[in-house]
């Protein structure tokens, strides 16, 4: 695993490329991480994948509450899509916000 020390870019192989397909720095600009850095960049590539899947239900389920509105069966029902439409967007913005510290933080690989 490499990092482009221009611009951050994180390559996976045995060898930096020849240049950064981000930023086009030359290859003597990477440096090769190993042990706790990539170790590092591994979790961190799970963790957001994981924070982007619950991003993603969040959404459906502000998605779906929202049809349960519309319908409108019943006061309680609607009561309850509101909340779910609430949850979800809270949900959704603070893993925004979280994903955002990250990228900061040099926590996106």
């Not at 991480?33 to 502000?62: C, F, K, P, Q």
């Not at 509450?65 to 949850?87: H, M, Q, S, T």
Request: glycine content about 10%; aromatic content about 6%.
């Amino acid at each position: 695993m490499w990092r482009c020390g221009q611009c951050g870019y994180i390559h996976d192989g045995d060898d930096a490329p020849d240049k950064c397909p981000k930023c086009g720095a030359p290859k003597e600009k990477f440096e090769k991480l190993e042990g706790e850095a990539a170790e590092l960049i591994d979790r961190s590539r799970y963790t957001n994948s994981l924070h982007i899947s619950l991003s993603a239900l969040a959404m459906d389920m502000v998605d779906i509450a929202e049809e349960g509105i519309e319908d409108n069966l019943d006061p309680a029902c609607v009561k309850l899509f509101n909340y779910a439409r609430e949850a979800g967007t809270i949900i959704h913005n603070m893993i925004d916000a979280e994903l955002a510290g990250h990228m900061k933080k040099g926590k996106w690989g």
